[in-house]
């Protein structure tokens, strides 16, 4: 057979056994630093191609309706000219139903003025041809240049393919001495990251101060002037906050109609001043116990406050999230990015990194701390690779001492694990192979390294078939070592090959799936270098140990 002598030639030769051994290095060396230079990028998942995305719009704390809806009637009209957009839906003052995005983006929680939350729905996949996740990449850019009135932000929603979060990106703030410390130093990281290219929809979670007027009566004023305080406090509601007076019953109606009932529009006025409100009260009159009509604004002062801040917590400590998402790119390369600019720029405090990615902050002049802690879902897509890098560890660690306890030689037992190993190129090549015929990033997911986990096995199960026929043929057939070892080799070149056919044809059914392309990609990659691997590089790394169990 021409595979065996040729194999045969290879175990015979110890330059050509050299130069096996430096093109698996080799090889090796450069799918490792696919990952440094960005050749290959890693991402927890890939973006989902949905058929329905959310958008956010939060005004500036104090906005009325009136600019509320001004904002996202904006937006309706320049979503309405993309011809992809079957139906949007929009809701003023509050969430939309709640789906798998929003349960934990707060979206119930939503009752302000300023904030509305719109639903557009696009056509199925087969009908469009372009994905979701272009499509919102689009309109971002067109909605937020033509609709930013008010200082609106206006922050694009996708389903996501993994675990619902935050946003792609969460800067948890810790630390100052105060909100506005703690705000101030939130402002400093929100335009670091407004400085990297592909991080977009960046909002800081906290409250702008602004000014309120609140209504203060004069009980005992009102009580002299025998008026009834109940009837003089709904009287102002009713003036400036309205109320629910009755409902309309309509057969065609889901539910009831609610009648609801407010003096004029003055509440939702755009830039209401004080002088505004004192001629609103100046008009309204209330009748006191005796029948005699007293102006209400006798009884009532207009008091000028600013807005006190939203405080919100995490584990008991006080913080705030400054959010960002990513178009078009994993969640680790803008933040390396915007971290090392931290690290430059920020000279005013002194800087030290604590864990993982975090870092914290000391003013130089105060000598407030501030604490910098990452989460959403660049810290899931870190904790998984961590676990799964774990995962894989572990088991070559097993299959080492497996292999130990089977063959009772350290040496042997390390060539498998190695031939293992070498089948990360095949993965990384695959990848990069994949991303060359891709419009988008083929990332390296999670699902790219489980397909890598259950590599080992097969490799494993390959190198292990080889020695045990080399192993016979000595013992048997009396051939030499590298003639055993040949010979087992071509003869287990065709098992082996319909083997990692029938993976590479199952796999190719998935290597277009948007979540579980990277195992799909992954087997098919490393299969067949498993095949290479186990007909060359397995045969070179064992010869010289094979004698040692026989």
Do not use: W
């Amino acid at each position: 057979m021409k595979l065996e002598k040729f194999i045969f030639d290879i175990l015979e030769s110890r330059k050509k056994s050299f130069l096996v051994y430096f093109i698996a290095f080799i090889l090796f060396v450069l799918s490792i630093m696919t990952f440094p230079t960005q050749i290959i990028k890693a991402k927890m998942l890939p973006s989902k191609n949905s058929d329905t995305f959310s958008i956010y719009v939060d005004l500036k704390d104090g906005s009325s309706t009136f600019q509320t809806k001004e904002v996202t009637q904006c937006i309706v009209k320049t979503l309405q000219k993309e011809e992809n957009i079957i139906n949007i839906s929009t809701f003023i003052k509050e969430g939309q139903p709640l789906d798998f995005a929003a349960l934990v983006k707060q979206s119930a929680l939503k009752d302000k003025e300023s904030q509305a939350e719109i639903i557009v729905n696009i056509k199925k996949q087969k009908e469009r041809t372009i994905t979701s996740y272009n499509l919102v990449s689009q309109l971002r850019t067109k909605v937020q240049t033509n609709c930013s009135l008010y200082e609106a932000n206006i922050k694009f929603i996708e389903l996501p393919a993994g675990p619902p979060v935050l946003a792609s990106i969460v800067a948890e703030i810790y630390g100052g001495n105060s909100f506005e410390s703690r705000k101030n130093f939130a402002q400093e990281i929100a335009k670091i990251l407004k400085n990297q290219t592909t991080l977009v929809d960046i909002d800081i979670l906290a409250d702008k101060d602004f000014i309120m007027y609140e209504l203060e009566l004069d009980n005992s004023k009102a009580i002299i002037s025998l008026v009834d305080l109940e009837q003089l406090k709904n009287t102002l509601f009713l003036a400036f906050e309205g109320m629910n007076i009755a409902v309309v019953n309509d057969k065609n109606a889901q539910s009831q109609i609610p009648i609801f009932l407010r003096l004029n529009d003055s509440r939702i006025l755009k830039n209401s001043s004080k002088e505004e409100l004192k001629i609103k009260l100046q008009n309204l009159k209330i009748v006191n116990n005796q029948g005699t009509m007293i102006n209400i604004s006798e009884f009532v002062k207009i008091k000028e406050i600013i807005k006190e801040p939203t405080i919100t917590s995490k584990n008991l400590n006080l913080l705030i999230n400054v959010i960002a998402e990513t178009s078009k790119d994993s969640q680790i390369y803008p933040l390396l990015n915007a971290r090392k600019e931290m690290l430059n720029t920020l000279n005013n405090f002194e800087i030290t990194k604590t864990n993982m990615l975090n870092l914290s902050f000391i003013d130089k002049k105060t000598k407030e701390k501030f604490d910098l802690v990452f989460d959403g879902e660049l810290k899931v897509t870190i904790d998984t690779f961590i676990d799964l890098g774990g995962a894989f560890i572990i088991a070559l660690v097993l299959i080492f001492f497996l292999m130990v306890i089977y063959y009772k030689n350290f040496a042997i037992s390390g060539g498998i694990v190695l031939s293992s190993f070498i089948s990360i190129i095949g993965v990384v090549f695959a990848h990069v192979i994949m991303d060359l015929f891709t419009t988008d990033t083929f990332y390296l997911t999670a699902t790219s390294l489980i397909g890598f986990i259950g590599l080992i096995g097969i490799n494993s199960r390959n190198s292990t078939l080889i020695i045990d026929f080399s192993k016979q043929l000595v013992l048997e057939k009396n051939l030499s070592i590298n003639e055993a070892i040949a010979k087992a080799t071509a003869t287990r070149s065709k098992p082996i090959i319909l083997t990692v056919l029938t993976m590479v044809f199952a796999s190719a059914l998935i290597a277009n799936d948007a979540v579980f392309g990277g195992l799909g990609v992954a087997l098919i990659g490393g299969t067949l270098i498993s095949y290479v691997v186990s007909m060359f590089f397995v045969p070179v790394i064992i010869k010289n140990q094979l004698k040692k169990i026989l």
